[in-house]
């Protein structure tokens, strides 16, 4: 079974740019979600997609948004970039919405803002 | 406010010796997961932990859970290099994972 897919592996931008990233969940699976992970302030929640709808989303700008696609894959979007954005950003899927399914991680974009 | 905490932050070790890490957290759960990531990669699961007392163990590694004072441990047994990595625990919060602050592990031999 083949794992969570993200792309593209590592992306640079200037600021004020806008960045796209794309993840494909596990088959199977509904719920995706997306993890920002910068230096020096941890692993922090962006979003969450199920059945193509936003569930939840942290404590993020608005410049920060998504969708989810018919096929469950998703695209995070990252409007006038700042330096700040640069991060590894993590995707992860999970089945249904069932609290207790557990989260699977994929490889990760490297976001790189000059 | 929603808190993981983990200490220490960074922890050097010595091969063949014994530590443990610790991970508070400040709101119910009743699951709470330990990841492992090496420099630069994703997360690897490492353990899910489902309820008060639970226990668990791979390898040099175990991991505990006590719900009633909000607290994980994950020790290390006979520490080796291969463990070097940085360990984050996280909690689920309404249905988001909140991740600890994680500890740097480096095994010196």
Redesign the interface.
Same mark, same amino acid.
């Given at each position: 079974e083949a794992g969570v897919t993200q792309s593209p592996t590592h992306l640079i931008k200037t600021r004020g740019q806008q960045a796209t990233l794309r993840c494909s969940p596990i088959s199977g699976h509904t719920s995706v979600y997306w993890y920002q992970q910068a230096l020096g302030l941890g692993l922090q929640f962006l979003l969450w997609y199920d059945e193509g709808e936003e569930r939840n989303r942290g404590n993020f700008p608005p410049r920060f948004s998504g969708r989810q696609f018919p096929n469950y894959s998703s695209e995070l979007n990252v409007n006038a970039l700042e330096l700040e954005d640069s991060a590894l950003y993590l995707c992860a899927s999970r089945k249904g919405q069932t609290l207790y399914n557990e989260q699977f991680f994929g490889p990760g974009t490297r976001l790189t803002v000059l | 406010e929603l808190k993981v905490e983990q200490n220490p932050l960074f922890l050097s070790m010595q091969e063949g010796k014994n530590y443990t890490i610790y991970c508070n957290y400040s709101t119910t759960s009743d699951?709470l997961?330990w990841y492992r990531q090496d420099p630069?990669?994703?997360?690897e699961?490492l353990f899910?932990l %489902?309820s008060n007392g639970a226990v668990k163990q791979e390898g040099r590694l175990m991991a505990s859970l006590d719900t009633k004072a909000r607290l994980s441990t994950l020790h290390i047994t006979a520490a080796v290099h291969d463990l070097s990595a940085t360990y984050?625990c996280?909690v689920?919060v309404?249905?988001? %994972?909140?991740?600890?602050?994680?500890t740097l592990l480096a095994v010196q031999p």
């Open positions: - | 699951r997961y630069g990669k994703s997360l699961s899910v %489902l984050f996280a689920v309404t249905n988001k %994972l909140i991740f600890g602050t994680g």
